[in-house]
């Protein structure tokens, strides 16, 4: 199995076909969503051009309800997505919604609640006890929040 397929795997696995997912720390002006994504209206494949400043027509730096509508479920979301009560999401608020997600995908595989997936919790799910080895890149036996992550990240780097 090709590493780009990777990421698609550990998306498929975690259920994260409702995230959204902020890229790199190095460009969080970047708003991506998985490949296998739908759920935020995106497309069915990580496209350019698809993220938080496609989103943001108009350039200011936040995402209004009228441009939130091109994503029928971000639309949807909205107001639970906006916090702070302002009228429109930002790009904080859009990357705390996305990494609540995240943890609550991650918590349904964590059954001992340690913070991590052991080997033998990954065994539920096929593709990621496929995919352990290579996304353990410490060689612990487990999988922390940021082997997943980086796993993630490299998956929409390409």
């Keep these: 199995m090709k590493f780009s397929k990777l990421g698609f795997s550990i998306l498929t696995v975690l259920g994260m076909t409702a995230t959204i997912n902020v890229s790199a720390q190095t460009n969080p002006s970047t708003l991506t969503t998985p490949s296998t994504s739908t759920a935020l209206g995106a497309p069915s494949a990580p496209t350019k051009g698809h993220g938080f400043a496609a989103l943001d027509k108009n350039g200011d730096g936040s995402i209004s309800r009228d441009e939130a509508a091109a994503r029928p479920m971000l639309a949807k979301m909205f107001d639970k997505l906006d916090t702070n009560n302002d009228g429109v999401l930002s790009k ?47 060689g612990d036996g487990f999988l922390s929040k940021d082997e997943l992550r980086a796993a993630h990240h490299a998956r929409h780097a390409r």
């Design 92 to 138: 904080d608020e859009m990357k705390a919604a996305r990494e609540k997600m995240r943890a609550r995908r991650i918590s349904k595989i964590d059954t001992d609640g340690d913070g991590r997936i052991s080997r033998a919790e990954a065994a539920a799910h096929p593709k990621l006890a496929q995919n352990f080895d290579r996304i353990d890149t410490n």
